[in-house]
């Protein structure tokens, strides 16, 4: 079962951790699902925000073994008439970290520890995807056209056991082949940050934590609640 943390729901938590986070998304098994929703810019996504220039992603885990997992990942692009773009990469992050990865579909290379470097996301993603040479992220072709969906197939291998399950966050797409209305001009090309699900916070660059740390805080919260009983 997929779970989804953010800092509004599990703000106690934050407080007693080490490690902050805005969002994340553990999966543990076949069948976990969830949608990241992306916003865009073609100018510094970290001062500016296009509200035509949208698209969103659907995960699913489709194979998950001890230490591999399969998703199937649906793609739409939603940019709003009269622009038009393509989304032609995808990046994120994980946890623990993938030694080795493999896509096919849509999209049909993959980078490990890839930027996407223009429009203010400076970022190395321990996963992005992508068509063409696989020297970075941000140099793509083909993708998802303006009101399509598609679909890529990527499994992700790690170097160690994935129990208790794999945290995704700090989710980006890359958007290329923008055209606008007629008197209006810009860049051509843009990026978008990710929000889970409902999440109001998209895309934050903060530390995520690991499932195993959040089962540790999960058992130090019940055990202070249980002393803070017996002491009444």
């Not at 500016?48 to 998703?71: E, H, I, K, M, R």
């Not at 890359?174 to 860049?187: F, K």
């Not at 202070?224 to 002491?231: D, H, L, Y």
Request: some cysteine.
């Amino acid at each position: 079962m997929r779970k989804t943390f953010s800092i509004l729901s599990l703000s106690a938590l934050w407080a007693l951790s080490p490690v902050s986070a805005n969002a994340a998304v553990i999966v543990d098994g076949v069948g976990d699902t969830f949608t990241v929703n992306f916003n865009g810019s073609d100018d510094n996504i970290n001062t500016s925000v296009d509200p035509w220039l949208t698209s969103s992603a659907l995960f699913l885990v489709q194979a998950y073994g001890a230490n591999s997992l399969t998703l199937k990942v649906t793609v739409t692009n939603t940019t709003q008439s009269p622009y038009v773009s393509r989304v032609t990469g995808m990046g994120f992050d994980l946890d623990p970290a993938a030694i080795g990865a493999d896509v096919t579909g849509i999209f049909t290379t993959d980078v490990i520890g890839g930027d996407f470097q223009p429009h203010g996301i400076n970022d190395n993603f321990d996963v992005c995807v992508k068509n063409g040479q696989p020297n970075n992220c941000h140099a793509s072709n083909g993708g998802v056209a303006q009101g399509t969906s598609g679909d890529f197939y990527l499994t992700l291998n790690f170097g160690s056991s994935i129990v208790p399950g794999v945290s995704f966050s700090n989710f980006a797409v890359r958007y290329q082949a923008i055209v606008y209305p007629q008197g209006q001009s810009g860049s051509g090309s843009g990026v978008g940050r990710g929000c889970v699900d409902d999440e109001a916070d998209c895309g934050s660059d903060s530390d995520v934590p690991e499932p195993t740390s959040m089962a540790l805080l999960g058992i130090g919260m019940l055990g202070a609640g249980v002393a803070a009983r017996r002491k009444r």
